[in-house]
């Protein structure tokens, strides 16, 4: 069935012109990116004070080569430079995780991605797909154009593809789209939508996704490649993952089908660009992973109207589909594995303790994970976030700690650890943590480093909490942590002004207990300040350079204050 044969079709179309709801993809980078910045700042700050020390000089450096913390979701933005979509096959460390937990899983037996068109992606397809993303040949040449008429640009799309295979051909296409239409945001917020037809989005250098499919298909169709454009449901701007159902169509892509019989989903609108959420800004960019996006990707954030056009051997309803998390290209791109929970976005505390749990495979030594704990307001929870690889089981323990009952976001981020742009990651997926009653005790967690994990260490003192006891004896001044390590490890800390960032001097002492085998971290605060930061850095004993590990708050409060408090919060 042609989409102009089917009036159906073409009236979703006609919706989607008066209101393409979740048309453009949103950036809720930009919130995260500023609350990250300023974390860095006040990082940086606490480094610069500690100048002369070695190992605050490497905390520095560590800090700028991968912040704990979190950054943008690309449905996000500028955080990702270039990552080119990796959609080969699953690493055999996510394969023998997954085998691992096929027990913990309690996937929907209704439930499979598996492709109707299991040879589509073949190792030739998927090494001329790349080689056509990866030839800067082209993009130079098309960077050039400067076409005065929709005929002109045919022509110039014939005759640089002369010759050329039909992906070059319908890379070439996606390419010129990704850098000369630009998303028409003032029609979306004004829901005042005008006419998308090819000629007129080349005039205007503007459209919505109406727009972006239906020039993508005729370029395809005047240039000999055959294409179909395909209306449905996005996962887009206005997406609310707690949402039952679409009150209608919001969204078109395309269909490309090749000579050799196979077919794949092509996203322009998403290929070039996003929305800047907190200025309701487009912001261009070009994300291959939309270029021949795998069906079983692709269904995460995409439903048509016809499920055929799935591209998957067992359609998914509309229930199932709005239960999978909401995934980031990043999360195709790093070739994460969701090990629990299974199809589903919805986090539940673990049975008895006061924390949820994600658990995800990753491709073994190549990826760095982080996470972000968000209440309603999109405020983040400090402490609520534990993120630390398990080498006995070869994955990643995603824990988050809510404070109180209430609908709450969890943000997992993800980067290469041979990225060159290694200060910043990206949003990879979203799940939602609703909490109706916390009855268990609130815990929290301190800022911990990669390098916590890479010495083996071990928090002995304080458990579940990112909170110093402030010191109540006075013939006793002093507050502790602590850490258990290898033999090989040296500990060392530092205490400093919450406020000022001040280091104190003389403030720590740091011994190893050989008979418990601990090493005892003392911290003496003074009545002057009612807040301090407590770092801890390790390094091997013959090493030369050390490291930031943990980061630990102490408060003029003592800790039974602290657990009053929480329970009024829970009780609010």
């Not at 997954?98 to 913990?104: F, H, I, K, N």
């Not at 037809?197 to 490649?225: I, P, W």
């Amino acid at each position: 069935m042609s989409l102009d044969e089917s009036g159906s079709e073409r009236s979703h179309i006609a919706d989607e012109e008066r209101f393409p709801l979740d048309d453009i993809r949103r950036d809720r980078s930009v919130d995260i990116t500023k609350e990250h910045t300023i974390l860095n700042e006040a990082r940086s700050e606490q480094s610069d004070e500690l100048g002369d020390l070695q190992s605050e000089r490497s905390n520095k450096v560590d800090e700028e080569l991968f912040p704990l913390d979190d950054i943008r979701p690309d449905q996000s933005a500028e955080l990702t430079k270039g990552h080119m979509i990796r959609d080969e096959s699953k690493s055999k460390c996510s394969d023998k995780v997954g085998e691992e937990y096929m027990q913990l899983k309690v996937a929907p037996p209704d439930i499979d991605l598996t492709p109707v068109d299991k040879e589509a992606f073949t190792p030739t397809i998927c090494q001329q797909r790349q080689t056509a993303i990866s030839k800067m040949s082209y993009r130079q040449a098309i960077d050039q154009w400067q076409p005065e008429s929709f005929e002109q640009l045919i022509d110039f799309i014939k005759s640089l593809s002369v010759n050329k295979n039909e992906i070059d051909k319908a890379w070439i296409i996606f390419y010129w789209i990704s850098q000369n239409i630009r998303y028409d945001t003032k029609a979306y917020f004004d829901n005042n939508i005008g006419s998308q037809a090819s000629t007129n989005v080349f005039l205007s250098r503007k459209a919505v996704c109406e727009g972006y499919s239906t020039l993508y298909a005729d370029l395809c169709t005047r240039t000999g490649l055959q294409c179909r454009k395909v209306s449905g449901y996005a996962k887009g701007y206005s997406f609310n993952p707690r949402q039952p159902s679409f009150e209608k169509t919001n969204h078109a892509w395309n269909i490309l089908s090749l000579n050799n019989g196979h077919s794949y989903f092509i996203e322009s609108t998403w290929g070039s660009g996003y929305l800047d959420a907190s200025t309701n800004q487009y912001r261009a960019k070009l994300v291959p992973h939309y270029f021949f996006c795998r069906p079983e990707h692709m269904i995460y954030g995409h439903f048509p109207v016809d499920s055929q056009w799935q591209l998957l051997e067992h359609p998914l309803t509309m229930k199932q589909y709005l239960m999978l998390p909401l995934t980031h290209e990043q999360f195709f791109e790093l070739n994460l594995n969701i090990v629990l929970p299974v199809y589903t976005h919805n986090i539940a505390l673990e049975t008895g303790q006061s924390y949820g749990e994600v658990l995800i495979a990753t491709p073994i030594n190549d990826v760095e994970l982080s996470g972000s704990l968000r209440d309603k307001s999109n405020t983040k929870i400090e402490g609520g976030d534990f993120v630390y690889f398990d080498r006995d089981q070869n994955l990643w323990r995603c824990r988050f700690a809510p404070q109180k009952a209430g609908n709450h976001t969890i943000l997992i981020f993800g980067r290469k650890q041979n990225d060159v742009n290694k200060s910043t990651s990206s949003c990879t997926v979203e799940f939602i943590f609703d909490i109706d009653d916390l009855s268990a005790t609130p815990i929290s967690y301190p800022i911990t480093w990669s390098h916590f994990f890479d010495y083996h260490l071990d928090i002995v003192k304080p458990v579940n909490t990112r909170y110093i006891d402030w010191p109540s004896d006075k013939n006793f001044p002093y507050c502790e942590i602590l850490v258990r390590s290898p033999d090989d490890v040296h500990l060392s800390a530092t205490m400093a002004d919450s406020i000022t960032g001040k280091k104190i001097e003389n403030g720590t002492l740091v011994n190893f207990n050989s008979q418990e085998s601990l090493w005892q971290c003392l911290f003496a605060p003074s009545a002057s300040s009612a807040s301090y930061k407590l770092t801890l850095f390790a390094q091997h004993v013959n090493a030369n350079q050390s490291h930031c590990v943990a980061h630990f708050h102490l408060q003029q409060v003592h800790t039974s204050m602290l657990r009053e408090n929480i329970q009024l919060m829970k009780e609010i």
